[in-house]
């Protein structure tokens, strides 16, 4: 499908937005997928936060000039669909588990802010527990010390009171 001048202009900036605002990309060849498969990756992807599209690898050569993605520009020969998105694991792991279901759709590379990844790294990234989880994990460890903490002072209070009940009890 070709574009004019002006439509060009208008992917790149849209692209470049995209990136500027990324904290990873995700390349996959999607040879052989039917339009309905691409499709609900596209929801999935939507309903994760990530930019997913298939652009001509001219627009998103030019989109990265000058970003730290920019290294990706050698990776970007034939059919392939971007994955662009604010969380690297969130990213890196619905391609992952879409290339998982479909034998068709390989992840060719990524990178994140200055590292170029092979598909192998970014499956590895997808291993990773989500942003979330690892925050929730280190609130968890914070808190544990102090929850301990806070039952043993009240322990204190709490035996006293014990003692007197059974000395009521006990007269």
Do not use: W
Request: a positive charge; one cysteine or more; glycine letters at 8%.
């Amino acid at each position: 499908m070709s574009h004019n001048l002006e439509e060009k202009k208008a992917i790149v900036a849209e692209v470049s937005d995209q990136i500027a605002e990324a904290q990873a990309i995700v390349i996959a060849e999607y040879r052989g997928l039917g339009v309905g498969q691409l499709t609900q990756l596209r929801v999935k992807a939507r309903e994760s936060g990530i930019y997913f599209r298939v652009i001509k690898n001219t627009f998103v050569r030019r989109a990265v000039v000058d970003t730290p993605f920019s290294g990706l520009a050698e990776s970007m020969v034939g059919p392939l669909a971007y994955g662009i998105g604010s969380d690297p694991v969130i990213t890196a792991k619905v391609l992952h588990e879409f290339a998982k279901d479909n034998d068709r759709f390989v992840i060719k590379a990524g990178a994140m802010a200055g590292t170029v990844m092979s598909g192998k790294d970014v499956a590895a990234l997808a291993a990773l527990p989500s942003r979330e989880e690892l925050l929730s994990r280190l609130l968890g460890t914070l808190q544990a010390p102090v929850a301990k903490f806070v039952r043993t002072l009240n322990e204190v209070p709490s035996k006293f009171v014990r003692g007197l009940a059974a000395v009521c009890d006990k007269k």
